[in-house]
């Protein structure tokens, strides 16, 4: 059977990292710059959309093939780039992501490492020249003001006008994933095939991706605020408590700590329980470290992830990581879905009633404390 090996490049005003990758491919801004493909072990060619429009027809009659396997490092990224940039209705059930083939057999889930750990010769391995040429290209060049010139131009994106010798090197770059990608994926299959079973609980994965989970924004909003508010609490506590003008100023707050009896060298989680246990400290430092506890357990990172990961129509996307752990089990991307807090002591009995204090903004009426 035929096999397409492909990789792109793109570029984009908002980062990938902080607000995934449905956001990023349904953001205006986000564009293609360059596709390079193989089709089995020939020749690498390279497609610029800036100077061909119309992509070449052996690609796309490819793509549109039930017959032809796709694959790709990571194949949720060209797969989401295809569908929602491109607006090509490409199929998941004819990818399959060298990625997960690598995972599965407990082996890095970077290419350049893979590459790496399989030994893979210079030629066939991932290009190192990767991270400063996305930067280049893929990331939008913010100008800064300076005293010789205050306002500066609007940030843009560099490209192959600007950098003639440094997009040259991308096109190679970019091929040169795919050359990498396909040599990675001879080399697992002779280490051990990519079993069907798993092959379909990968394609399970990225459909839940794909569907995402319907989020309550009130909710995440209003628990967020309350956090908020708890926290500010806690740190004007700690503040009365120790005079520092920052008590939140990690060395301002260890410099105090120091002269109270505290001997760790950090005031991390781990210290924190480990002093509290052996430590003589005084009464004001212990204090001060119940307070610290309480500011770190107030769990509320998860809601601003939530925030900056949600779609525009109120759903959580591509929050699973399939088979992350050498064990096999599932990781959370972005906000940890397999970690969520639960309430314990009298409080496991009235979630409702938490819940819907929460939506209301309520909580801490309820709870007798001040807002």
């Not at 913010?142 to 003639?164: C, L, Q, R, V």
């Amino acid at each position: 059977m035929l096999t397409l090996h492909l990789d792109c490049e793109t570029r984009s005003e908002i980062d990938l990292k902080d607000r995934g990758i449905d956001n990023y491919v349904k953001h205006p801004s986000t564009k293609m710059l360059m596709l390079a493909y193989a089709f089995d072990d020939g020749g690498v060619l390279l497609w610029e959309p800036h100077r061909n429009p119309e992509p070449p027809e052996d690609l796309m009659a490819a793509l549109y093939n039930k017959d032809v396997v796709k694959r790709a490092w990571n194949v949720s990224f060209e797969y989401n780039i295809f569908r929602h940039v491109m607006k090509w209705p490409v199929r998941l059930n004819q990818f399959v992501d060298t990625m997960a083939h690598a995972r599965y057999l407990a082996l890095p889930a970077k290419l350049g490492p893979c590459c790496k750990v399989l030994n893979l010769p210079v030629d066939k391995a991932k290009d190192k020249s990767s991270t400063a040429l996305i930067k280049t290209f893929s990331i939008l060049t913010e100008p800064k003001a300076t005293k010789k010139n205050p306002n500066p131009a609007a940030p843009y994106f560099k490209d192959e006008n600007s950098h003639a010798e440094q997009w040259r090197q991308f096109g190679e770059y970019c091929k040169q994933d795919v050359v990498a990608e396909r040599a990675a994926g001879h080399t697992l299959n002779g280490l051990g095939e990519f079993p069907e079973s798993e092959y379909t609980a990968w394609i399970l994965t990225e459909i839940i991706n794909d569907r995402g989970y319907p989020v309550d924004m009130l909710y995440v909003n209003n628990a967020l605020r309350i956090a908020a508010q708890v926290v500010a609490g806690y740190l004007e506590e700690l503040t009365t408590l120790t005079g520092l003008d920052n008590p939140n100023s990690t060395d301002q707050l260890h410099g105090w700590l120091s002269e109270r009896g505290y001997k760790d060298p950090s005031i991390d989680v781990k210290h924190v329980i480990d002093a509290l246990e052996h430590d003589k400290l005084t009464l004001e430092a212990r204090q001060a470290l119940e307070i610290r506890q309480k500011m770190g357990g107030t769990s509320y990172k998860k809601l601003e992830a939530i925030q900056r990961l949600v779609s525009d129509d109120g759903r959580l996307r591509n929050a699973f990581v399939y088979h992350a752990a050498h064990t096999g089990r599932w990781s959370s991307r972005g906000m940890n879905f397999q970690n969520l807090y639960r309430p314990t002591g009298v409080y496991k009995n009235h979630i409702e009633e938490i819940t819907e204090a929460i939506r209301s903004g309520t909580l801490l009426e309820k709870l007798g404390k001040q807002s």
